[in-house]
């Protein structure tokens, strides 16, 4: 299977690191500041440039911990758990989307300050387009185009604070605390995200070479130095123009650029600034998708988009789905830049908080995992960054009336992903099966007309045949929708073993057959049944099952299981679900149609497979029979056994 490669050096990553870290922030955060605290603001920038570097060294301890390509969901789900680092995971996806949104927003304004904005969206996504198939096509492509972009956004910064420091006058800043000190903590609230952005980088750590000490270096590195740009940018900033114009300023390094080299600075510096930020959304083309691969790995996303190609050594179809989403957001985002900042600063925040509390939980949990790089006071220095984001949404919240609508709306986003991550669960996990077949047993039996119609039914027993006075397995009977055909067609000379995960399930079939006289029928409770067949179960002359395949734990364990349940000859039928809702694809193995052939093999069978359109599904018809006996050994859970 195609793995990602680790062809990142350290200087590649490095100017990937402040690329992604960049964004819009520094092009517009500077002016914002001004507006809000004046020339004070230097010192929110000082604030928050010591903060940011020590976030940077807490990144890089995880990073040193966990180089692979998941970032910050990895990490948390060392430390929380597979719940907590969906939910991580979630949130990443939302910021990092909404980062998209805003960074091609924040290139409209510059390139296009006033006017239709359709002509703008279109270059966007062509843009989008391209950035995804070079990231398709391969890392090293990838990586040289955004180290082009790199260069291009450092380049575009340095040409106006060179100027600015000889246009730079101290008297611009008098009176240098205008608006109070209390101005100073807001203004940090809203040009944080200038340094927000660590995450992306990490994404791609699974490629760095030697990325346990590459990455921390990186991080650290990377963080210094957008620190020192920034305070100069701010200084040179706000001592050419004056703090007043300057805060008033839509596009500050315009207004700078008017100031230094006339109308036609103006224009080439649009140009400039419009690519440094299109760059940055190349980052999270580039790295948003290994997030949703290392979701994907682990069965807390589709689990199609773990693939790596085999070719490019690249996510290829994580990178198509955030092409999409990407899109999405471009053509129907709603909400200025500012908007957007609102919703996404109190996300990051969140996040990070989260980032910062799994360095305390590891140094706890897990002291002795290797640690390439540590960062200093561990153990208190993260709670005492958590106090202060805390803080300064509290401060937000104070100063904004609208802070709270913003805030529980960037929250509902959150909570979108916690009925998806058991949706997902119910997808993938046997455990979370069980439960949810318990809960839902009685509304399973009310539904079953509908849930497994007639027709479904009515083609099962058309393709197993005559199965009169013959012994039978209905793997994953849930509450006997099927059983009940099944045991009036072997007849009472006949006999039906029926099995189940789900306890509530095996109650309610049971009451069924007594109500029917089914003596015939055994019905049995096997907590175990994602993995095997119950030992209690005799050889049979046919294996049934409805949906009972997309959620084993070992596919391959209870195939071979059945091989030596079954006589040579005996059937098979198992009907299985694709494209839930005529949208979602099953699990990996079910999507096509070879594959499916291929593990029936390998366990002795041969198959035949059909593919039905049903009211909410398709439906995948499985049937064939046992054509030799495969004495490979079947791997068993040594917890259980």
């Known amino acids: ?16 690191t402040i690329n992604s870290m960049m964004g819009t922030g520094i092009f517009f955060l500077p002016a914002l500041g001004a507006k809000i605290a004046g020339p004070a603001s230097l010192i929110s920038w000082l604030i928050f440039s010591i903060i940011a570097i020590y976030i940077a060294m807490c990144f890089g301890e995880l990073t040193s911990m966990f180089p692979k390509s998941g970032g910050v969901y990895e990490f948390s789900k060392h430390a929380y758990g597979r719940f907590g680092s969906f939910l991580v995971g979630w949130l990443n996806l939302i910021t990092g989307n909404i980062t998209i949104a805003m960074l091609i927003l924040g290139a409209i304004r510059y390139l296009l300050p006033v006017g239709s904005s359709i002509p703008v969206i279109i270059v966007s996504i062509v843009l989008l387009l391209a950035f995804s198939v070079i990231a398709y096509t391969g890392m090293k492509t990838s990586a040289t185009m955004l180290v082009t972009f790199s260069f291009i956004t450092l380049g575009t910064l340095f040409a106006v604070i060179v100027p600015g420091l ?12 205008p608006l109070g000190s209390f101005s100073i903590f807001l203004a940090i609230f809203f040009i944080a995200e200038t340094f927000f952005g660590w995450e992306s980088p990490t994404f791609l750590a699974g490629e760095v070479k030697d990325g346990a000490k590459v990455m921390p ?27 007043s114009e300057f805060g008033a300023s839509a596009a500050p390094i315009s207004a700078l650029a008017n100031l230094f080299y006339g109308g036609l ?44 190609h085999p070719k490019f050594n690249t996510p290829h179809k994580a990178i198509i789905l955030q092409f999409f989403l990407s899109s999405t957001l471009v053509i129907v985002g709603a909400g200025s830049y500012y908007q957007l900042l609102h919703i996404l600063v109190p996300l990051l925040l969140i996040l990070y908080c989260i980032v910062l509390f799994s360095v305390i939980i590891l140094r706890y949990t897990q002291p002795n995992t290797k640690r390439h790089y540590k960062a200093p006071w561990g153990k208190v220095g993260p709670a005492i960054v958590i106090t202060f984001f805390l803080s300064l949404l509290m401060f937000y919240i104070r100063s904004d009336p609208n802070s709270i609508k913003s805030i529980l709306f960037a929250l509902s986003l959150v909570a979108l992903g916690i009925p998806l991550f058991f949706l997902i669960e119910i997808y993938y996990d046997a455990k979370m099966v069980r439960k949810i077949d318990n809960l839902i047993a009685y509304l399973t039996l009310y539904t079953e007309r509908l849930m497994v119609p007639r027709s479904v039914r009515k083609e099962i027993i058309r393709l197993v045949g005559e199965i009169k006075g013959q012994t039978l397995l209905e793997f994953g009977c849930s509450v006997g929708t099927l059983t009940m055909h099944l045991a009036e067609e072997v007849g009472k000379d006949g006999k039906v073993y029926a099995t189940d995960i789900s306890e509530v399930n095996i109650k309610l079939a049971r009451k069924r057959f007594q109500q029917r006289n089914h003596d015939h029928v055994i019905a049995i409770h096997d907590k175990h049944h994602s993995w095997r067949i119950h030992p209690g179960i005799p050889t049979v002359d046919l294996i049934v099952g409805i949906a009972a395949l997309g959620y084993v734990d070992k596919i391959r364990n209870v195939l071979l299981h059945m091989n030596r349940r079954l006589a040579i000859d005996g059937k098979i039928c198992f009907v299985e679900y694709d494209k839930f809702f005529h949208i979602i694809p099953t699990v990996d193995w079910l999507v096509k149609d070879a594959r499916i052939k291929h593990f029936f093999r390998e366990a002795g069978f041969v198959v035949t497979v059909e593919r039905k359109k049903g009211i909410f599904w398709e439906n995948i018809f499985i049937y064939g029979k046992k054509f030799k006996e495969v004495k490979a050994d079947i791997q068993f859970d040594p917890v259980l056994d």
């Open 217 to 243: 270096k990186a991080l650290v590195t990377g963080t210094v130095i957008i620190a020192g740009i920034s305070l100069l940018f701010v200084f040179i900033s706000i001592g050419s123009m004056g703090w």
């Open 166 to 177: 000889f246009h730079a006058s101290l008297s611009n800043l008098d009176p240098f605390i």
């Open 1 to 16: 299977m195609a793995e990602l490669k680790r062809v990142l050096s350290y200087k590649v990553i490095l100017l990937i």
């Open 265 to 308: 600075g103006v224009k080439i510096f649009a140009l400039l600034v419009y690519m440094a930020i299109i760059g940055s959304v190349a980052d999270w083309i580039v790295s948003s998708p290994r997030l949703i691969h290392a979701m994907a790995k682990d069965k807390l996303f589709l689990y199609q988009f773990k693939d790596v």
